[in-house]
């Protein structure tokens, strides 16, 4: 009863009020959709190798977020001339399959990384493209920091693919490193593929930061051209998650 005991209670109550948003905090880290969907609507975010040659992972997340998520428009693909040589340019087909209309890009190769940047700066601040993606050798804090200010003066997303040896801070709202994963068991022939697979780590978040860390396995769903998270904890059952208007992100496995 006395003044002291009052403070102590109300403090304790407090503390318990604080612990009962952790399992709410718990089940969103579980959830990538809104991360990984925020690529194709606003921002600048980043997709880094996880090692070298999963360029093409990063290319085909990149045409599956924008397909499902980015506005109606033409899309600025970006390539520095280097990557080109190690990497080639994306293939028509696999856009098309992955949900991107390829009759929607304006392709640039460009000969230097300043060239590169100046090219994504610009196009993000014209406003007359729906998304920009760009895939460069280096980018820095101060260079990122001018994309995402003209990512936001414009409102277009901006996905940058950058090499496996991509280190360091940056002003983008999110890094992902991504690798190319063992596709899924096919149910009709053991022997020949199935799903196309992705592991990805979330390395940096600013919208997420407890969700750093955080590695999914990604599963692409050919029929509905959807993402889906392999859920490896099997007695944990399957909770639909927004994907899309009316894709459902899948938990699968």
């Not at 606003?42 to 996880?50: K, P």
């Not at 996905?159 to 994963?181: D, F, K, N, Q």
């Not at 208007?245 to 899948?250: D, I, N, T, V």
Request: proline residues 8%; glycine residues 8%.
């Amino acid at each position: 009863g006395t003044k002291y005991e009052h403070m102590m209670l109300k403090h304790a109550t407090h503390l318990a009020l604080v612990r009962l948003s952790e399992p709410a905090d718990a089940a969103a880290q579980a959830d990538p959709s809104a991360l990984l969907a925020a690529m194709g609507e606003s921002g600048v975010h980043e997709l880094t190798e996880a090692r070298f040659g999963d360029m093409p992972a990063l290319t085909a997340l990149a045409a599956l977020v924008l397909g499902a998520h980015a506005r109606p428009g033409p899309v600025l693909w970006v390539t520095e001339a280097a990557l080109v040589r190690e990497h080639g340019r994306p293939s028509a087909r696999g856009l098309l399959g992955l949900g991107l209309d390829p009759g929607r890009l304006l392709t640039v190769a460009a000969p230097r990384p300043r060239d590169a940047l100046w090219c994504v700066e610009e196009g993000l601040r014209s406003g007359a493209v729906a998304a920009v993606v760009a895939a460069l050798t280096e980018a820095s804090f101060t260079a990122t920091r001018r994309l995402a200010l003209a990512s936001e003066a414009q409102g277009v997303p901006a996905i940058l693919l950058m090499p496996h040896r991509r280190e360091g801070a940056t002003a983008a709202e999110a890094r992902w490193r991504v690798a190319s994963a063992p596709s899924a068991p096919n149910p009709y022939d053991p022997k020949a593929p199935g799903a196309v697979r992705w592991q990805a780590r979330l390395e940096r978040s600013r919208r997420a930061p407890w969700a750093t860390g955080r590695q999914f396995e990604l599963e692409v769903d050919d029929a509905t051209r959807s993402l889906g998270v392999v859920d490896r904890l099997a007695a944990r059952p399957a909770r639909p998650d927004a994907w899309g208007a009316g894709e459902p992100l899948r938990h699968t496995g």
